[in-house]
Each structure stands twice: as C-alpha cells, then as structure tokens.
C-alpha cells in the first residue's frame, strides 16, 4: 500500500495529478462504482414524493424563490446556505420536482465519494481511495431512505471531505495559501449544517501539530501561518454572507432561528434521552458492522505497524479527530436521529480502506475466517442488496400522498394559500400549495420542543418557548392573506396537547370565518366561507 512519508511532495499522491499513462483499470472500476451507486438509488430518483426533510426544504425554497427572505418570510432552524442551494435546485428542476431533487442527491453524493477517493489516494494509493469512496457510498444509507435524502447532512460532507483533502495535501510550500480555501470549504459546510463547524477544530490542530511540522520540516512559525490562513478562510466567509444577511436585514434573525432556538432541553441523567442516544448508536454499529469493524481495526494496526499508519501518524490525528467531531455533532443536539450518523460515515470510510485494502492484498497468514478476502466481499455485496431492497420496500409505502393533501389539491387553484396547524409541513408539499403564513410548522406558536422527551408529557407546559410576537405576526398574516384551508392535524393527535381550543386568537379565525368540510386520518380540512373572503 505503500509507505512512503508525506514530508516530501511527491505528484503520484496527489489525486489532481494527471498521469502520463492512465489506469484503465481504476478507470473502469470507478464506472462500476457510479453504476452500483446509480442502481441502489433508483428507488429513491423515482420517488414521487419528499424523502425526510425535503418537503421543509421545499417549501422554503420555493417562498424564496418569489422573493422572500429566510427566516422571515419562511422560518426555518436551517442555515441560509442550504436554503439558498435548495432555492437554487428548484430554480433549475421546477417546484415540486422530487425526482430532479433526488437526482441531485446522487450527484452530490458522487462528488462527495469523489472527495474520499482524494483523500484516500493521497494518504495511500489508489486502490484505497475507491475501497474508501466505495465504503462511504454503501453506507451512506444505512438506516433506510431518510438517509437517500438530500438533507443537511449529506451536503456538508462534500466540502468537509475536500477541505480536509486540501488541509492534508503533501506541499513543498512554505505558503500553503490553499489553506484559505480549505477554510472556506469548512465555512460552507457550516452554513449548509451547523455542527460542519466543529470539523475545523481537528483540522486546525493539525496544522499545529508537532507531528506536522516534523514531518514537512516546519518551522513553529510556518505552522502557525497555516493554522491563521485556515481560520481567515473560515471567518472569510462567514463575513461575507453575514454582510449578505445583514443588508437583507435578517442576520439577527438567522442567528436566533439557526443557533439560539436550537437546544433540546433534557436532564443531563435522562433515561429517555440515553436510552434513545444508545439505541440508535448500536443500530448504527449493527448496520455499518464491516465500516466501523475496519475503522477500529485501524486505529489498532496503527500502533502494531499494520496497514500502513506509521508514516502517516499526523494525518491519522486528523482523522481520527474528525471522527470525534462528527460523534459529538451527531450527540450535540440530543436527537439522535438516524441521518444525523451520515457524518460518521465519512472518516469512518477514510480510516476502515486501509484494513480493506490489507485484507484483500496481504499474501502472508490465514486470516480468521471472518476477515478472508472472500468473506468481507460478500459481506460487502449483501448489505449493499440488503439497503437497496429495504429502501425499494420502504419507499413503495408511502408513494401515496395523504387523503388531507389529496383533498385540499382536488379542491383548491394552483394560487391558493393554505395554513397546517401542526408539525406536518408535508401537507403543503403534497398539495402543492403554498404557505399563508410564514410558520410552515408551529413551534414558534406552541412551544413544541422536538424530539424531546419532555413533549411527550402532556403535563408539561412549553408555553414559554412560544416566540415572542409569533400570535401577533399569524393574525396579522391570516387577515391580510386568508388561506383557502386551514388543515388542523392536532386534532386527529391520541393526545391533543396543542388543540386549537387552546389558542384563542386562531380559534376564534376558526369559529367566524371557516367551516369544516372534511376529517381525514391526517387532519381536519376547514374551508374559508365565501362570504367572509374579503379581509376576513
């Protein structure tokens, strides 16, 4: 695999580097590979519908697209960036367009494979960055199609892992000035998801480390210039788009809906938050046995002088650093939800390609039986089948859109307003109908704490989590654009604990304006009385 030391540049480790005589065969490996990946996202391209999160994208993107304001016009705990990336998709493929949206998730996850490919060639060769680009592309979507969604985490890795390609790049520059674009790239991973930003921290430390300058012959001061063009790159863009943000006048806005209103509030010795925290971790490990197998096999042969570390001790710091970061950004927000892992995957991919590597080329020994070339391939081929026939199922079950959202499209124009009351934004995407109030779901107005143990309590009272002003902004944003509909989904909930009984101002909307025409599993649809239409 080659152990060859990074203190000196050598082109034949650097990806970029455009051989005099092409490998035909990594060539036609990497066309195998984008097939594999092609094939096993099929079901989720011909998906008719949102997959997880998109449906909240959507909708954003496309009040943004008519000339709205994030956060403003359309709040969302989202950065701007990943609202903006969206706004633009939907500008190219059409509202609505889910296939074109899923389309571009396998893009981007083949761009992103392309940036593991990088990394792996260049700490080793070839060979290890496609067993590297081909792990993170089988995994990706361990825990079913909500991971096939183009969701915030899937698009901060593609410029986390170039970044990180970039900040462990062999140079025989004194003057690493792609370092400010390495920065800029974590930057960008920051604003398309917020916990991209604790992956500057190993990358940092890595730049001023005593390994790094070892192993270049650095100077303290080289290393620190490098570790300073790293932070200028970083705040470089940040800067930039809070400038943007500011003259849109929403920066304060961003701030409060993307970083403030985003704690889950828990006891720390809460049973229900560590249970549910090690229930999904397991799941994962359970999931991804041969990625975090080869992972920790790694790390071990590390110190036994196997699979080739031992020249590379500075770089696996790094990684293994972004593998802590990515653990405390899937924890720091106390959900645990399964794509939120889609962060593990990526260092996990780098670090395990080696092991794989060792074990499909090592002519010396018996292997246990487990760890035979022919054992791990087919372990390999089986949970790839294996995701693809669970996601074809899974997805197959919810073609269908809801008999609330058939109802309200069959019987409303393409220009008519609605309003959900509750956390079901699907309704508006299935609908195809636009939001009459900026709150596409109501958590602003209730309170409601996501994923939190505490809101499975009907006791527990969230009143004082409603944003201040938010009832004054609905009334006011009812009045002036009265919504066709107004879909009540709490009223269907086992526990009604945010029926709209307890809300006087949309109640009362409720009693002198509409009447309800239809009950569905999903919801009461009521309908605004024609003549009460003017104003309200």
């Keep these: 695999m080659g152990d060859k030391p990074l203190a000196q540049f050598d082109p034949d480790l650097d990806p970029l580097h455009v051989d005099a005589h092409p490998q035909p065969r990594i060539f036609r490996w990497w066309l195998a590979l984008i097939l594999l990946i092609v094939i096993t996202r099929l079901p989720a391209v011909i998906h008719p519908r949102p997959i997880n999160d ?96 183009l969701n915030g985490e899937m698009l901060m890795n593609l410029p986390i892992i170039w970044a990180y390609f970039l900040g462990l790049r062999p140079s025989g520059s004194r003057l690493r000035l792609e370092l400010l674009l390495a920065g800029a790239l974590l930057c960008t991973g920051f604003l398309l998801k917020q916990p991209a930003a604790i992956a500057a921290v190993p990358l940092g430390l890595y730049l001023l480390s005593s390994g790094y300058r070892t192993t270049r012959h650095l100077t303290g001061t080289h290393s620190m210039l490098h570790a300073v063009l790293l932070v200028v790159g970083f705040f470089g863009v940040l800067g930039v788009v809070a400038t943007v943000l500011w003259n849109q006048g929403i920066l304060r806005e961003t701030i409060y809906w993307t970083i403030t209103d985003n704690d889950v509030p828990h006891g720390p010795l809460d049973p229900v938050f560590w249970r549910y925290g090690l229930a999904q971790s397991l799941a994962f490990v359970a999931a991804c046995a041969p990625l975090v197998l080869g992972g920790v096999m790694s790390l071990a042969g590390r110190f036994r002088g196997v699979v080739g570390w031992a020249d590379r001790r500075p770089e696996l710091f790094a990684l293994v650093g972004l593998l802590i970061a990515s653990a405390v950004g899937v924890s720091a927000s106390g959900r645990f939800y399964a794509h939120y892992y889609i962060q593990l995957v990526l260092p996990l991919a780098v670090l395990a390609a080696p092991v794989f590597m060792h074990i499909w080329t090592s002519t010396s020994g018996k292997p246990f039986w487990l760890f035979r070339p022919r054992v791990t391939q087919a372990w390999l081929a089986f949970m790839t089948a294996g995701f693809l026939l669970w996601h074809t199922w899974d997805l197959r079950q919810v073609r269908d859109i809801s008999e609330v959202a058939r109802y309200v499209r069959m019987h409303s124009a393409p220009d008519d307003r609605i309003f959900v009351w509750g956390q079901a934004v699907t309704i508006y995407a299935d609908a195809e109908r636009r939001p009459a109030s900026r709150y596409t779901v109501t958590y602003p107005l209730t309170g409601y704490i996501q994923k939190s143990p505490l809101t499975a309590d009907p006791d527990y009272d969230t009143s004082d989590r409603i944003h201040p002003g938010a009832w004054e902004i609905l009334e006011e944003e009812l009045l002036r654009d009265p919504p066709r509909y107004i879909v009540d989904t709490e009223a269907v909930n086992e526990v009604p604990k945010y029926h709209i009984d307890r809300f006087p101002i949309l109640q009362r909307i409720l009693v002198q304006h509409y009447e309800p025409v239809h009950r569905a599993p999903r919801g009461v649809i009521y309908r605004r009385v024609a003549s009460h239409a003017p104003g309200l």
């Design 54 to 149: 998109e449906d909240f994208y959507m909708v954003a993107a496309i009040e943004i697209l008519d000339g709205g304001k994030p956060y403003v016009d359309v709040v969302e705990r989202k950065p701007p960036l990943l609202l903006w990336t969206y706004a633009l998709l939907v500008g190219l493929v059409g509202p609505y367009n889910w296939s074109g949206i899923h389309l571009a998730s396998v893009l981007w996850t083949l761009f992103t494979m392309a940036g593991v490919y990088a990394v792996g060639r260049q700490l080793f060769d070839a060979k290890t960055g496609l067993i590297a680009a081909s792990l993170y592309g089988i995994f990706l979507p361990w825990a079913g199609p909500s991971n096939l969604a």
